[in-house]
């Protein structure tokens, strides 16, 4: 059935028997025999096309003419369960209501459904800690471009095994590059659709370069936003400064820390928390470059651009953060939703 | 299982048993039952992951974590079959191969192994007149944006019934209009990748604004290219004029068309054949404006911006580029890759 490695079927593409037709009961056959060892990970999967919850990662499938799959035409969130608790569900669905909003997207279910789903499938993938991805899709419906085609959006959400950020990285610090990839226009940048070629392209630049993140920057000589995280600084004067959220997108992990500092602005700790235009000169200079994103929440920048940041240690702040942060997520009942009904 | 419109399921959303655990067999006989009315003109589809051919439309489906369906992390093309020959495949393959490099894809088979793949494909499909879609992806290996956690890139092939253009399209012509979507940086302009949402929200435009077509407009005023369809112009001085292809995707209809017209320069029938800056005012002024498409092929314009082009009637040029076109699709044979090997 396709190229073995050990006893694990990867992938399939044997060109000797591979072009025949199949049927029904032979697809499910060879899907069920797939074993993949990053299957090991996928815990459960709902998806509204089925009108259920898989567990078998072979069949966690989504028909091709849905228009997510070709042409990208549909948005996602990724969230995470802490101890059987959904962190910041309701600011995670405040976002896909306004992605939803910019593609003129209906989204497949009222919000308490969503929400009803995503606890479901958490539940069936039975653990208490879990990355939880939502895609909410224009729908099957045809190959073309026109959204008018589909008649129903459709919704997957699917739970996968929590992967924590080894703590070196933390107590060590992270790299970060600028990117060569072009800043997202404006209307793209500020939905997270599934349209992540820019994202896609980042990401892979980090990889070649050898560091661990790489930031776009704006046609001004800004800084914009990571992959998929956020950046921030913190300056000399005590600041907590971030991109302006008009070119990148509004991280739910930097904004709920941007809420949580303000308290420490009150307090006299911090002079000022804000967006700012901020530019490479003035990161380079800065005591701090801190990373916010929902898998890792807080890492702080050691080398930006080969040049060290803070004297290449991880600075205070970037653990004074991740303390606060790490707090509201033990403790905050506003920001944690039981998976339990 | 879901909502039923008559006997035909055509999505499927029945919340009071929507949410429990499915198993496999389950899974299988929901897919079979399901039933959309579209599904009628879905022939045949290879998947590399399947390893072999589906004719069942419920099971054209593809991995949730194949980067194609959650980044866009794919490319395609899109040809026609006539009479048992698909047009144009070389050119398509060159295309999609220029795709790749631009997204540093890895394409799954060589290009003799993918033109198997497609001629079995319409076979199977067991008809001579088809619309092939070709989609080269990432492949699965997870959730992130990160390209390297895919072991290897995967190809679908669909194979759908072809719906000709009525024919009061050409006699009467098609409306056109100027769209509002920002036009595409240019890297991404240049690919034929799987994020094609601005594609989509041109479509829509066109969709609501009850026109047939819309054409994105770039910064300097200038004419680009329709949502998945090129768009040129014929001068009062007897040029045919196209938008230059450094920020419109270089179609493959239109530049065939560019060919076959040179040879009426050589004629002294018309005066030139490039491309060219063309800005709305010349266009509102041109005794044509001519859409170029896979699916139709050509097509005049008649009406952009509300304005009546070439006195509001199909003018000769596109009538005179379209006979020359299917004589080339009927007989060049260089052009034409026959499905029976």
């Known amino acids: 059935m396709g190229k073995a490695k050990g006893d694990e079927v990867l992938w399939v593409r044997d060109m000797d028997h591979g072009i025949r037709k199949l049927g029904p009961d032979e697809v499910l056959e060879r899907l069920k025999a797939l074993k993949a060892p990053y299957h090991e990970g996928y815990l459960a999967m709902y998806s509204s096309w089925y009108g259920g919850i898989v567990t078998d990662p072979a069949l966690m499938v989504v028909p091709l003419d849905d228009h997510l799959v070709h042409r990208g035409d549909g948005i996602f969130e990724a969230f995470k369960c802490i101890h059987g608790n959904l962190y910041g569900l309701e600011r995670h669905l405040d976002r896909l209501e306004r992605s939803a909003a910019g593609l003129h997207l209906s989204l497949p279910f009222e919000r308490a459904a969503i929400t009803r789903i995503v606890k479901a499938t958490v539940r ?14 224009r ?34 610090g992270v ?19 599934c349209n992540y070629l820019p994202n896609v392209l980042m990401k892979k630049e980090a990889e070649d370069a050898g560091v661990d993140f790489t930031v776009s920057i704006d046609e001004d000589g800004f800084l914009g936003e990571g992959s998929t995280e956020n950046v921030g600084i913190i300056t000399r004067t005590g600041e907590l400064l971030v991109p302006r959220f008009d070119r990148v997108l509004r991280g739910t992990t930097v904004t709920r820390v941007m809420e949580l500092a303000a308290g420490l602005v009150e307090k006299g700790e911090l002079a000022r928390v804000g967006e ?16 916010f994103g929902t898998s890792f929440d807080i890492l702080p920048v050691v080398r ?10 991880p600075g205070p702040w970037a653990t004074r ?12 009942e506003a920001m944690l939703t039981p998976i339990e009904d």
Do not use: W
């Open 139 to 172: 729908g099957p419906g045809g190959f073309s471009t026109n959204p008018y085609e589909c008649p129903a959006p459709q919704l997957y959400v699917v739970c996968c095994r929590f992967l924590s950020t080894p703590a070196a990285r933390y107590e060590r």
């Open 124 to 137: 069936a993938a039975g653990v208490r800690d879990a990355m939880v991805r939502l895609f909410a899709s």
């Open 321 to 332: 953060l991740l303390e606060l942060l790490r707090t509201d997520m033990a403790g905050c």
């Open 175 to 193: 790299t970060l590059k600028s990117s060569h990839v072009p800043i997202k226009i404006a209307y793209l940048a500020s939905m997270k659709s």
């Open 304 to 313: 930006f651009d080969d040049r060290p940041i803070g004297g290449g240690k």
């Open 276 to 291: 700012a235009d901020i530019s490479r000169g003035q990161a380079y200079e800065a005591p701090e470059i801190i990373m």
